[in-house]
């Protein structure tokens, strides 16, 4: 048995180790929290992330390189161990290969290109534990946000929209119909931030490093940001600013992820302590003080001016307490969107088949099981 009375299903009182594999395109806050979920059910958890040649057969090429995701995955704060190239249908040999008891999912079904289940070995072996998927988010509908220069995604349900559809129409424009991606609103509760929230409060010995940006579709480039900036503290504290003064700056519909989901992936980031949910433009002293800052740093990107033409930075800078990082990536948000531009007809038809594939399997299993939990 490990900590908690989690019990392996053989009875076993060494440590639970639990499986986890998946895609992870573009990994989101709902993957975070699938992985969180997972390692609350054992004591070491390890997340088997597919190839992009796997993925590429069996739902067609993914956003983020293999690369890309493996450490993206890995700095999620809940994951023990990556395994790279994990085979895409979870098989009992894997789970022997890696000591593991069993194998977590999301209370989505995951349908291989020929239809079947992956995970129908394993649940027969009952070595197959399922967690609450996130509702709200998907890589399908992160992809069609920029496909469709949706701005929505910035608005709250209730709120009047221009064509006066609501957000679930709009997003089932965007996304299609399944009921496992696309029908539901990601709804933002603090149970959730509490959850991935570390809860260290930072010592008054500690040296606190102070980060702010928009951290939209948290990529490499923001992670290896962060990685080198905790190096020089002990405590790290990253302020997002609004969807309004994202968009202030960047233009067309960024965020591509309002600051609600922007907020999760940050915190799901081992290097990060705290977040400031909708950080002041202008890093200013008093904010220096609240938080006992030692440094402000900024990676390789433009600094952008603020709406008076002032630099955001210009109070740190006086109080010699600014510095530049080199991040040593290129990565942009406007990357990502890039690349899914270039390769649209390949993700319309990937979210199409995904769409396809779903509806099938949800219309042969609704008679037996009734409708899964979309809420
Ligand atoms: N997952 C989840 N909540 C989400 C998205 C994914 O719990 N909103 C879970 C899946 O159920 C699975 C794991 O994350 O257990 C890895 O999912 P992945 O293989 O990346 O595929 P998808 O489920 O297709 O993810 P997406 O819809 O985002 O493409
Ligand atoms: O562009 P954004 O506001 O999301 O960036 C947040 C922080 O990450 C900034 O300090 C930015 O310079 C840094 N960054 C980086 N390398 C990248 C992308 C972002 O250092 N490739």
Not at 148 to 162: F, M, S
């Amino acid at each position: 048995m490990g900590e908690d009375g989690k019990v392996a299903p053989n009875g076993d009182k060494k440590p639970v180790r639990v499986w986890v594999d998946g895609c992870f395109d573009m990994v989101h806050f709902g993957h975070a929290n699938l992985i969180r979920q997972a390692k609350l059910l054992g004591d070491y958890l390890i997340v088997g992330v597919h190839s992009d040649e796997e993925i590429a057969k069996q739902k067609g090429p993914p956003v983020y390189n293999q690369e890309e995701r493996y450490k993206l995955v890995r700095a999620i704060k809940w994951v023990d161990e990556v395994v790279e190239d994990a085979p895409y249908s979870t098989t009992l040999e894997t789970l022997d290969k890696y000591d593991c008891d069993f194998v977590c999912h999301g209370d989505d079904i995951s349908v291989m290109a020929n239809g079947q289940d992956a995970y129908q070995v394993v649940k027969d072996a009952n070595r197959y534990r399922e967690v609450k998927r996130t509702q709200g988010v998907s890589t399908t509908d992160i992809v069609g946000r920029m496909l469709l220069v949706t701005k929505t995604h910035h608005k709250r349900e209730g709120e009047d929209l221009p064509d006066k559809k609501t957000m679930n129409d709009i997003q089932k424009d965007a996304t299609g119909h399944s009921p496992w991606t696309g029908v539901s609103q990601f709804l933002a509760t603090t149970q959730r931030i509490v959850q991935f929230s570390g809860g260290r409060v930072a010592k008054s010995t500690d040296k606190v490093i102070y980060v702010a940006g928009a951290f939209d579709c948290f990529h490499i480039g923001h992670l290896s940001f962060l990685e080198k900036a905790s190096k020089h503290g002990d405590y790290v504290v990253v302020g997002l600013h609004t969807d309004a003064e994202v968009n202030r700056y960047c233009g067309s519909n960024y965020p591509i992820m309002n600051l609600h989901e922007r907020v999760l992936s940050v915190l799901a980031c081992r290097y990060v302590d705290e977040v400031v949910i909708g950080a002041p433009y202008n890093v200013s002293n008093d904010l220096l003080k609240h938080f006992n800052v030692s440094l402000v740093m900024h990676g390789n990107s433009k600094v952008y001016a603020d709406e008076n033409g002032d630099d955001p930075y210009g109070e740190a800078k006086r109080q010699g307490k600014f510095q530049l990082i080199e991040s040593q990536s290129s990565m942009t948000t406007a990357v990502i969107v890039q690349r899914i531009i270039e390769h649209r007809k390949n993700y319309e038809e990937r979210n199409r088949a995904k769409e396809k594939r779903e509806l099938s399997v949800y219309e042969s299993t609704r008679k037996n099981k009734g409708f899964p939990d979309a809420i």
